[in-house]
């Protein structure tokens, strides 16, 4: 699905598919430098983060597994509350291992923090958090995400995995929505 796809439902493109793939590729150029020599497991969240894995982890010049875990988070609308359930655990351990957790999007961090101390309880041998994108709020709470994309307003976006209601995840660039949309 492009921009044009969506028409009017679509209020303004922030990043095209093309700058969305090109800050990927810097992202696991970073990545592939601190994690040379070192076994990789990445860490996806079910469902945002698909497009993000497929993307970052055939930009890697090395072989990488995946797994992924699927949680619940009780909010209203679109704010999550941080209270987390597990839908789907990780199939592996995870002890020993260094771990990136490959993320579409940090907006309260709240569902992140709750997932990296569940992570920490099991003994990796590293931690870390890759996100596509970051809003203002994630800095109000003790997230550290070494690896970002991109820093955005905080302005509910929709796109490359990212939905509203299920909708536009397979949109190719990240946009906003025209508040008709909404209502
Ligand atoms: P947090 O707990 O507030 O950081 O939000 C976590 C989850 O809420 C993200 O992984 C997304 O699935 C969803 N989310 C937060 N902001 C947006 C947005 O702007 N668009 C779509 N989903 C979002």
Redesign the pocket.
Known sequence: MDAADAGADLARVLFTEDEIHARLAELAAEIARDYAGKDLLLVG?LK?AVLVMSDLMRALPFSAPMDWMAVS?YGSG?K?S?VVRIMKDLDTDIGGKHVLVV??????????SWIMANLATRLPASLQICALLR?PD?AKVDIDVKYVGFDIPN????GYG???AERYRNLRCIGTLDPAVYS
């Open positions: 969240v945002g988070s679109t999550s941080g993320e579409d999007i940090v907006d309260s961090g709240l569902t992140l809003k994630a302005e509910f976006v929709v990212l939905d509203y």
